[in-house]
């Protein structure tokens, strides 16, 4: 029992550096990836996103979640996506 | 009552955000409500540590400035129930954390947490004088190094002045102390502090000792705090650690130095060696 | 290492000593000399204790155009109230000519902060002379005792400051600094039980670490530190 706690470990010894700091490198690439998109982004983009909501809130029945804005940077042009999920006009029919 | 404890420590590096991780999930292991918040201002490191990066979309100042809610900025830990996190901003704004703030998210954490424990950013700067002013109960982590020891001395000193409970002549912040990165072969080689050594200078009760571990590296690499890792001696260590916080009496462990089976074995020959040699 | 030894045995006719008296600095806000003596002597009235003797130094920065009659009628002001004026500091350089030939010579004096004038206090009221500290002094902290002895129960970690203006008696273990007879009472003394402390002073005559531990002491429970002929000297009770 005692040589096969041993063997293990030696096995252990050999194997588990290598599987942590390959999902610490995993992880480092997306979530820095992630935070130099938000760097890069205008200081505008947050405060757009409350006034279009409020806008639309005027006419349609949505809340913080429904409205998404994205800015994504192509070769020469940057494009601002807008995403606003409508509710159905089931929904609407019922008020 | 909802319990405030503060992890800090003056000397960078020393295992404050790795501490805050485990007692926040061995606190809330044992049934309790916990939420753990970074205080740093500008850089964030606890939900590397609890492995929650991916999922951060509001932050402590989006909750004070009011551009977000707690129940919005709050992120459930996936390992444990009953334990949040709220992250720290990466603001470059300094004076982005106000007192009138904090004090406003913490009264209303009260209301639904039992444990609210607060990473202390390093240095004595706001971030750090922010974390400790509203404590009830400080955790003071040491590394046995001379820096370490003097500046945890002096976040004692501010514990015992620039806090609430001071300046309103209450009952004192209690303080207690986290030694860190222990390594017992080097203490009895004299090469390091040790405990009795760091406690004539701090003289404050010890929560416990953690011993320097590698399972530490490989659990912020995996996002997952050290306490869950069971069979790591500094896991065990943590969770002795909570078990004294939460008034358990637990005998402190792994501050014996290890001794490797063959060098036992080559102690043991030259201990016979030099009888034979004595008696020749 | 050298200077300090030198500063301290310099010359057999005289002595420069560390001064622990307080000096003023009179920042100079508008240059209307008449509302400055309406305002000092309302000042007078709200605090007759400020005006004690104090030295003070003229800061002009904040105004122009005064010459040498306007700094001497401030002088003759300010010794009219009690407080000496010993020079000026902070000025231009037609600031500092004027002020000079009205007998304000210029001064080279490093940073200060914005006083807070508090009211007389009522003579009837106790005053605390001897302080009594019980929890540790931490590095960073400082523990004062204005007018009598400071006696400490617990420990002084290394960054901390006592400062007394009568005898210091440590009975924990002394690893900081401190400074006995601060307002230049010399027969103040220090009590300790090791000699650990970063720096000791008595009236302004100092010894650091490093000459302490030049000085031989037998292991006894009790090290008093005094002053005598100028010298701080160490003995064991």
Redesign the interface.
């Known amino acids: 029992m005692k040589i096969q706690n041993q063997l293990n470990r030696i096995l252990a010894y050999f194997h588990?550096?290598e599987v942590?700091?390959k999902?610490?490198k995993e992880?480092l690439q997306?979530?820095i990836a992630?935070?130099r998109g938000?760097r890069d982004k205008p200081d505008y983009l947050?405060a757009l996103q409350k006034d279009i909501l409020a806008v639309i809130a005027k006419y349609v029945d949505i809340r913080t979640d429904d409205v998404k804005i994205e800015l994504e940077r192509q070769q020469g042009c940057s494009v601002l996506e807008l995403n606003v999920v409508l509710p159905t006009l089931a929904q609407e029919t019922d008020k | 009552m909802t319990k405030i404890i503060v992890i800090t420590s003056g000397k960078g590096g020393v295992g404050k955000t790795t501490t805050s991780a485990s007692f926040a999930v061995g606190i809330a292991n044992r049934g309790h409500k916990t939420v753990v918040i970074d205080f740093d201002i500008g850089l964030r490191n606890l939900d590397l540590i609890m492995g929650c990066e991916r999922r951060v979309v509001y932050d402590f100042v989006n909750v004070i400035r009011g551009e977000a809610n707690l129940k919005q900025a709050l992120i459930r830990d996936k390992h444990v129930k009953d334990l949040c996190i709220l992250a720290a901003s990466q603001t470059r704004d300094k004076d982005a954390l106000t007192m009138e703030g904090v004090e406003k998210v913490l009264k209303e954490l009260s209301e639904s947490f039992d444990y609210i424990i607060c990473d202390s950013p390093a240095g004595i700067e706001r971030g750090a004088q922010l974390a400790m002013y509203f404590a009830d109960m400080a955790i003071v982590v040491t590394n046995p190094e001379v820096s370490s020891v003097r500046d945890s001395d002096r976040i004692l000193g501010l514990l015992a002045s620039k806090t609430r409970r001071a300046e309103e002549g209450k009952e004192a912040v209690s303080e207690h102390l986290l030694l860190t990165r222990y390594s017992p072969d080097r203490v009895s080689r004299g090469d390091m502090l040790s405990l009795a050594d760091v406690n004539d200078i701090l003289a404050i009760p010890v929560l416990g000792v953690i011993p320097e571990s590698q399972a530490v590296l490989r659990g912020s690499n995996a996002g997952i705090p050290v306490i869950m890792d069971a069979e790591s001696d500094a896991g065990q260590a943590y969770a002795d650690a909570v078990a004294r916080l939460l008034g358990e009496e637990v005998p402190h462990r792994f501050m014996d130095e290890k001794v490797h089976w063959l060098k036992r074995m080559f102690r043991f020959r030259e201990k016979a060696r030099h009888e034979n040699t004595k008696s020749a | 290492m050298l200077e300090r030894k030198w500063l301290q045995n310099n010359g057999r006719s005289f002595r420069f000593k560390a001064s622990f008296s307080p000096c003023l600095i009179l920042e100079i806000i508008q240059p209307d000399m008449q509302i400055i003596q309406k305002e000092l002597a309302e000042l007078a009235q709200h605090a007759p204790r400020f005006f004690n003797g104090s030295s003070v130094i003229i800061d002009p920065q904040k105004i122009s155009g005064w010459d040498k009659a306007d700094y001497e009628t401030l002088k003759q002001l300010l010794l009219s109230q009690g407080l000496v004026p010993i020079g000026v500091r902070g000025g231009n350089a037609p600031q500092e000519e004027a002020a000079q030939l009205a007998g304000l010579p210029c001064l080279n004096t490093g940073k200060s902060a914005p006083l807070e004038i508090v009211p007389a206090v009522p003579e009837n009221t106790l005053r605390e002379t001897t302080r009594l500290v019980t929890s540790p002094v931490r590095s960073g902290m400082q523990q004062h005792a204005r007018e009598g002895d400071l006696i400490v129960t617990s420990s002084v970690s290394a960054g901390a400051e006592l400062v007394a203006a009568g005898h210091i008696h440590v009975y924990g273990v002394l690893r900081g600094r401190a400074l006995a007879g601060a307002n230049g009472n010399k027969d103040a003394c220090i009590f300790c039980r090791t000699l650990e402390a970063e720096l000791v002073s008595i009236a302004g005559y100092y010894l650091t670490k490093e000459e302490m531990a030049s000085i031989p002491t037998t292991p006894s429970s009790i090290i008093q530190i005094y002053l005598q002929n100028e010298e701080l000297h160490i003995r064991t009770l």
Do not use: C, K
């Open positions: 588990r550096p942590s700091a999902s610490a992880r997306i979530i992630h935070e938000e947050q």
